[in-house]
């Protein structure tokens, strides 16, 4: 099993680049979790999906921000324009619906200039 | 917002047991608590959960209070490489809301 799978590690961008993160889920989960982390607001939820089907987005901070899940095995987040306060780590999480523990990927470093 | 209360850090000596306190006084009877950790740079990672029965299992034990309205995280024997942010959630249930909220955790160094 090799996890969640998060692309790319790292990415630098000029401001008002779209940026797109992409995720892999672990095969049979079906629901998947998108989380930023920064220093000053540690880690919060942005979207989650179940069964391809976005149920909760109150966490996505802008219009600017947009998440799609086009099948079970692919999820993306999508940041256009991006902005120096868009800098951080996100993270792609997924689970079986009515189970106990996420698996989290190892993020995805965005920093924009 | 989280639900939980945890010190921001405490210190553990290599090989001894680590013992990270949670509070949770306004937790509901159908949710559970849940502990996961962070090392440096990583993904969280899950480690245990429970409802109102003690738990164990190969990383950790769970002791939740009687009136549930606390918890502890015991790691029996603390090595280097379980220094890393720990938190304590409580899982909300709320019309099918799978979130879990992380709080700020607890910043645990163990100390050769």
């Known amino acids: 099993d090799a996890g969640v799978i998060q692309s790319p590690r790292h990415e630098v961008t000029e401001m008002g680049q779209e940026v797109t993160l992409r995720c892999k889920p672990i095969?049979?989960?079906?629901?998947l979790f998108w989380y930023r982390q920064t220093m000053m607001r540690g880690l919060e939820l942005l979207i989650y999906?179940?069964?391809?089907?976005?149920?909760?987005d109150s966490g996505m901070p802008e219009d600017r921000f947009s998440a799609k899940m086009p099948n079970a095995s692919f999820s993306t987040l999508k940041i256009q324009p991006s902005e120096p306060r868009d800098s951080a780590v996100y993270f792609c999480?997924?689970?079986?619906?009515?189970?106990?523990?996420?698996?989290f990927g190892s993020g995805t470093r965005l920093t924009v200039v | 917002d989280a639900k939980t209360t945890q010190p921001p850090s405490m210190d553990c000596a290599e090989g001894r047991a680590a013992n990270l306190p949670c509070n949770h006084s306004?937790?509901?009877?159908?949710?559970?608590v849940y502990w996961y950790r962070q090392i440096h740079s990583q993904g969280p990672q899950y480690i245990i959960h429970?409802?109102?029965n003690n738990e164990t299992n190969e990383m950790a034990s769970l002791i939740i209070t009687e009136d549930r309205k606390s918890s502890t995280l015991i790691l029996p024997h603390a090595t280097l490489r379980d220094t890393a942010v720990y938190y304590c959630?409580?899982?909300?249930?709320?019309?099918?809301?799978?979130?879990?909220?992380f709080g700020k955790g607890t910043k645990l160094t163990v100390n050769p």
């Open positions: 999480a997924s689970s079986i619906r009515g189970g106990y523990g996420y698996t």
């Open positions: 095969s049979g989960h079906n629901s």
């Open positions: 999906f179940n069964n391809n089907v976005p149920i909760d």
């Open positions: 306004t937790i509901s009877g159908n949710e559970y």
């Open positions: 429970g409802l109102k």
């Open positions: 959630i409580v899982r909300e249930l709320q019309g099918g809301s799978e979130k879990l909220v």
